[in-house]
């Protein structure tokens, strides 16, 4: 089966979510213009485990900051729900966030002012559909921790509190940047496990960015990023479990 | 919700920050609730109380008016009601041999029905017998006089028993001084005592005439428009002085109080608050930077720009709730306190010690306006920060060039620590121009405020000191011979110099503006009265024709030296009743209007023979001399420099101690300013610190470099704080000058008001110093460097 047949049979298959579509990205300092996007097209389904793969400073944390509606493009179009999000005020763009996307960093941001717990609740008091705090604790394996500091946690500990509280608005889309970037091996992979629960249990879309080529094992479908432009679009039919995961 | 915990923990976590703009909120409302409240009350209980004790709107003092004149006067078009009075200083024997001690007798009519005007109230029994007398409770109080008591009075050269029938308060003398002069009562000098009129007048031997007149008006009449009326129909019976309520000294300082404290019960507050609300913009401001991602995290959620803001706006209002709460607490127990205060100055029934409610909610208003304000335009750069953008750190200023190439021999003064330290203060300039503006705002306010608590003191005692060079001044009776005047005072026990002089009540007018003053006649070779001039420090000689003036007589008129000014004097004859004199000089003095001329000069445009009525004594020994004039005839006063200046004293103490308290509130915030400027500057070079720690510096080293940086920067805040104190004592001045009537404070702070302002931000920089070394010391390398910023 080639490629193009098996993205026309997906398409056809899935409803699409967020339609990216001809995403340029400039960024001007003085004299240098730097191109992060030189024109990327893609679209995200629902419910797919989408892993975004490139080498450092391909322009993945770009087109995410986009997607997630924390940035705008310099040209382009990105669809969602029939809605051109790169065109609405500032004010829709914010319900959108609100709403519809959760935001996993690579380098965790938690506010430190709060506990783990209450690091959740501030998501999850955005929401009707919210999770619960308690349960949340528990799927990332820090029931005990919830009244605990972000500083006197571990790393691994603070990415798992950042994942429940994208995860705990129940969001259409949950966009992470790097979310094993700091960890080590085994933590890594509990965080991809918890991931990837909340993809196939709840049936939302999950993005994640990595120069990990191993995660890409996992994934629905593999993006692959160069130079700020659409290297190549890998279908995986047999994508494998967290804890086969390898790198 | 949950932001608004955050909130909490964040002003817990920062708590000696905040805590110290709340006290400066808290100090604002403080003054807001305890003046402002004891202001209504005082106001509240003056206007009561005139109302009810029926105080006159106008007072003449004339030489003597006979009975059968009384209707006349009621019949001027507008006058409601006249009451005819006589009056007498006596002085008192054997209360105290030290003081003089008078009192004012006042005439009481018994067979007046209803409520007379300036119904004395009394505690007490009737007037019966001939001799008794209800005296002011205030000087029985002092004396620890009761009813039934006898006190020996001098009238007319005679001793006469006084006896005391109960204790009485006037509406005229709630400010009870003998003499505008006086400045502050002293209750122990002088006080009143009502006296049945056919006893006062058989006493003074006066039958049927009167010298003391009020007059009350009818709806619709004032003062001005009565007065021409008035003046025409007083002139005949020898007009002394005729003057409105509002120029009754008692009810002028009563109002002046009031007008004071009102005002500044709005202007401190505003201040303080005002500052709080700065310290909280720059706090929020550098919160702000510090919690970029925090931000952008939460703008990647969803949260709204509005909530955001909202959350940061919670700091100042927190800070400016708990300010409020603290100041209106505080205020309330204080305003019982502040009453008492009033009472010794000013003798006033049932004083409110409420809080009015509307009082409260302009506390809640100010505190929160200004907290609000501070925080809202601290934080609202937070809503241009773009989500993506804010994850990152902000982008450093590109580095303009190195000041060590600059000034290249710089690096011959300063050593390798001094030269890292002043690369910090330029790299990191706003947090620099922060400290520095915490140093400057501290030192120019204490600058300013140190000098006012000798100033007062200063310029009242200057009078005595530089101006009066006399011991005694006394006062005639009836004008007498200047040469036989002086002859006489010579005589007198320890008499080394003596001047006799005029003192005139004269109102001077230029085009269409008019100012009464005193004007004094003195010799041209006066040696016993200076014009000493306080702004040149220099002393005018008296000039052989024409007539100088003070500044604020000048001022007033709108007079310049050359100017031609009018003149005129109960002793203006009829067809001269003006009389023109050219400004020959215009002096600067602190207070008092005045005009000054030569005796003779005086005496010549007057028509008066070479005359004086007041004799300046300059003696050896005060006591003897005093004893010696007690019971001549012919002096109505004996003014003596020593027990005035000695009651000025003792006045200045409170007055020296609430300019101390504010002084300490002063150092206060300018403590709270520097140490919490500095404290958020170390907070935020923390991982700078920890960097250095790990890469070896030991903790003196490290807090090396932080002192060579408070350093600088606190010598430059002080620097910049010369002018910025100039610009506040000027405002305090302006601010003084609007409310006191020919009062004005020396310019220019003392070379000791700069080195105690030096003095007090050094302890504060000092402080915050040793907190900071033991911040570094403790410091936890791990966790400041786990955090990413
Ligand atoms: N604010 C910015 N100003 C200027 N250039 C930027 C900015 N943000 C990103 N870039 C540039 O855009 C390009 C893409 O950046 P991006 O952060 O998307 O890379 P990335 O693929 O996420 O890399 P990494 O794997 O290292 O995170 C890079 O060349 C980067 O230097
Ligand atoms: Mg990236």
Redo the contacts with the bound molecule.
């Keep these: 089966m080639s490629e193009n047949q098996n993205k026309n049979q997906q398409e056809n298959q899935k409803d699409v979510v967020l339609s990216i579509q001809g995403v340029t990205?400039e960024?001007?300092?003085g004299e240098v213009t730097?191109?992060?996007?030189r024109g990327v097209d893609f679209s995200i389904y629902q419910g797919e485990f989408l892993v975004i793969l490139?080498?450092?400073?391909?322009?993945?944390?770009?087109?995410?900051?986009i997607i997630g509606g924390i940035d705008q493009p310099s040209e382009g179009h990105i669809i969602y729900k029939n809605k051109d999000i790169s065109k609405i005020r500032e004010k829709e763009l914010t319900r959108y966030r609100r709403a519809s996307v959760g935001f996993v960093f690579?380098f965790y941001n938690l506010i430190p002012n709060l506990t783990a717990k209450e690091n959740i609740l501030l998501a999850s008091e955005l929401s009707p559909s919210a999770l619960s705090v308690s349960e949340l604790l528990e799927t990332i394996g820090l029931a005990d921790r919830g009244d605990h500091f972000p500083s006197q946690m571990s790393g691994g500990q603070q990415q798992r509190v950042a994942i429940a509280r994208a995860v705990a608005k129940n969001p259409e889309i949950l966009l992470c940047?790097?979310p094993t970037?700091a960890l080590d091996f085994s933590t890594g992979i509990q965080v991809l496990k918890i991931l990837k629960d909340f993809n196939t249990e709840r049936n939302k879309t999950v993005v994640i960015?990595t120069?990990n080529a191993g995660i890409g094992g996992m994934a629905d479908r593999v993006l692959y990023?160069k130079d700020?432009l659409i290297d190549r679009v890998v279908v995986n039919e047999t994508p494998v479990s967290p804890e086969e995961v390898r790198w | 919700m949950i932001l608004f915990k955050k909130a909490l923990r964040t002003v817990w976590r920062g708590k000696a920050a905040y805590i110290s703009c709340m006290l400066l909120i808290a100090a604002g409302i403080y003054m807001l609730v305890a003046l402002g409240a004891s202001a209504r009350a005082l106001s509240a209980s003056a206007a009561r109380y005139y109302k009810a004790s029926r105080l006159a709107d106008a007072f003449a003092s004339v030489s003597a008016l006979p009975a059968g004149a009384l209707s006349s006067l009621t019949q001027i078009d507008g006058v409601d009601e006249v009451q005819a009075r006589l009056t007498y200083d006596a002085r008192i024997v054997a209360l105290n041999a030290e003081k003089l001690i008078w009192l004012r007798l006042i005439s009481y009519d018994k067979s007046y029905p209803g409520i007379p005007l300036n119904a004395p109230s009394v505690t007490g029994f009737e007037l019966t017998g001939e001799y008794d007398v209800w005296i002011g409770q205030s000087f029985l109080d002092t004396h620890q006089l009761k009813t039934g008591d006898e006190l020996t009075a001098i009238v007319e050269g005679r001793q006469i028993p006084l006896h005391i029938a109960g204790g009485a308060n006037s509406p005229e003398y709630v400010y009870a001084v003998r003499d505008p002069s006086d400045m502050f009562p002293d209750q122990e000098a002088f006080g009143i005592a009502y006296v049945d009129i056919h006893a006062l007048s058989l006493l003074l031997n006066r039958q049927n005439t009167f010298n003391d007149i009020s007059f009350s008006f009818e709806n619709g009449y004032t003062f001005d428009g009565l007065k021409q009326n008035l003046n025409t129909a007083l002139a005949p019976y020898g007009l002394i002085s005729l003057i409105a309520r509002k120029d009754l000294f008692s009810y002028n300082m009563v109002n002046s109080e009031i007008k004071n404290d009102m005002a500044m019960s709005y202007s401190v507050p505003i201040l303080f608050a005002g500052m709080a609300s700065i310290v909280l913009y720059l706090m929020l401001k550098r919160i702000i930077e510090q919690e970029r991602p925090q931000i952008g995290t939460l703008k990647t959620f969803g949260y709204t720009n509005f909530e955001i803001l909202a959350h940061y706006i919670w700091y100042g209002l927190i800070t400016g709730l708990l300010g409020a709460i603290v100041g209106i607490l505080l205020g309330g127990v204080s305003v019982k306190p502040m009453l008492d205060l009033y009472t010794r100055y000013f003798t006033l029934p049932d004083m409110s010690t409420d809080i009015p409610p509307d009082l409260i909610f302009i506390a809640l208003l100010v505190a929160l306006g200004f907290g609000t304000l501070g925080a809202y335009a601290g934080a609202r750069p937070a809503l241009r920060l773009n989500p993506?953008?804010a994850m990152?750190p902000p982008?450093p200023p590109p580095v303009k060039g190195d000041i060590m190439k600059q000034l290249p021999f710089l690096q011959w003064i300063l050593t390798s620590r001094g030269s890292m330290a002043l690369r910090n203060i330029l790299r990191a300039k706003a947090r620099s121009a922060f400290i520095m503006a915490g140093v400057m705002f501290s030192f120019g306010m204490l600058a300013a405020m140190c000098p006012m608590t000798t100033m007062m003191g200063d310029i009242i005692l200057s009078k005595y000191s530089k101006v009066e060079a006399y011991d005694v001044k006394l006062t005639l009776k009836s004008p007498q011979a200047s040469a036989g005047a002086r002859q006489e005072a010579m005589k007198l026990p320890g008499a080394a110099m003596a001047e006799p002089l005029r003192e005139i009540p004269a109102e001077i007018r230029m085009s269409n503006r008019k100012k009464s003053v005193i004007l004094m006649g003195l010799r041209q070779d006066t040696m016993l009265y200076r014009l000493y001039d306080d702004e040149k420090h220099s002393v005018s000689r008296v000039p052989e024709a024409g007539i100088i003036l003070n500044q604020f007589t000048a001022d007033d008129l709108g007079a310049r030296r050359g100017d031609a000014v009018l003149i005129s004097t109960p002793y203006n004859s009829e067809e001269d009743e003006e009389i023109s004199v050219t400004v020959k000089d215009i002096i600067h003095q602190n207070m008092t209007a005045a005009a000054y001329m030569d005796v003779n000069a005086v005496n010549a445009m007057l028509h008066l023979p070479d005359t004086a009525d007041s004799v300046m004594i300059k003696t050896a020994d005060l006591a003897g001399l005093k004893t010696a004039v007690n019971d001549a005839k012919n002096i109505r006063t004996i003014e003596d420099t020593y027990s005035a200046i000695a009651n000025i004293k003792q006045a200045m103490g409170s007055y020296t101690s609430i300019t101390w308290i504010i002084v300490a509130l002063g150092s206060a915030i300018a403590f709270a300013i520097i140490y919490n400027s500095s404290a958020i500057s170390l907070s935020e070079k923390k991982r700078e610190y920890a960097t250095l720690r790990v890469l070896g510096m030991q903790v003196g080293e490290v807090c090396e470099i932080l002192n060579f940086e408070y350093w600088i920067l606190f010598a430059a805040g002080c620097l910049l704080g010369i002018p910025f104190a100039a610009f506040l004592q000027n405002s305090i001045n302006q601010m003084m000058a609007g409310y006191l009537d020919n009062f004005s404070m020396p310019t220019g702070i003392p070379l000791w008001g700069l080195g105690a302002a030096a003095g007090g931000c050094m302890a504060a920089v000092l402080l915050s110093n040793f907190s900071a070394k033991g911040k570094i010391r403790t410091l936890d390398m791990v966790e400041v460097l786990k955090e990413r910023e």
């Design positions: 990205k960024y001007k300092m730097v191109q992060a996007l490139g080498p450092s400073g391909s322009g993945k944390s770009t087109i995410l900051n690579q940047d790097e970037g960015i120069h990023i700020g | 993506a953008e990152r982008t």
